[in-house]
Nanobody
Framework: QVQLVESGGGSVQAGGSLSLSCAAS????????MGWFRQAPGKEREGVAH???????TYADSVKGRFTISKDNAKNTLYLQMNSLKPEDTAMYYC???????????WGQGTQVTVSS
C-alpha cells in the first residue's frame, strides 16, 4: 500500500524559506516519478515541481529560481526547498507519485504553507 506523508509546512513572512518533506512507503521509491502540487482556496490545483526517476527536474514558471525539488532514494523521501517565498505561494502543498509512464495516482494528505506580507 503506497503511503505519502508530507511535513514541514507552516507560516513565514514574505522573503522567508520553508522546506517540505514527503516520506514515502509501499513502493519502489527510486523507480517512480514524483512531484509537488499546490492548491490555494478557490483555485485549481497546480503542479509546482516534478522529478523523474533519473533525477531530472521541471518547475512551474512561477517558482523557477526559488524552489528546488530533490529526493533521497536511500531515505525514500522527497523534498521541496522553498526560498524567497511570496504571499501568492500560500496554499496547501501535496506530494504525489506515479509510475513514470502513467499519471499521478498516489497523493499525500497535504501540508499548509502560509506566507504573510
Amino acid at each position: 500500500q503506497v503511503q505519502l506523508v508530507e511535513s514541514g509546512g507552516g507560516s513565514v513572512q514574505a522573503g522567508g524559506s520553508l522546506s517540505l518533506s514527503c516520506a514515502a512507503s509501499g513502493y519502489f521509491f527510486y523507480s517512480y516519478c514524483m512531484g509537488w502540487f499546490r492548491q490555494a482556496p478557490g483555485k485549481e490545483r497546480e503542479g509546482v515541481a516534478h522529478i523523474d526517476s533519473d533525477g531530472s527536474t521541471t518547475y512551474a514558471d512561477s517558482v523557477k529560481g526559488r524552489f528546488t525539488i530533490s529526493k533521497d532514494n536511500a531515505k525514500n523521501t522527497l523534498y521541496l526547498q522553498m526560498n524567497s517565498l511570496k504571499p501568492e505561494d500560500t496554499a496547501m502543498y501535496y506530494c504525489a507519485a506515479r509510475y513514470c509512464s502513467l499519471g499521478y495516482n498516489y497523493w499525500g494528505q497535504g501540508t499548509q504553507v502560509t506566507v504573510s506580507s
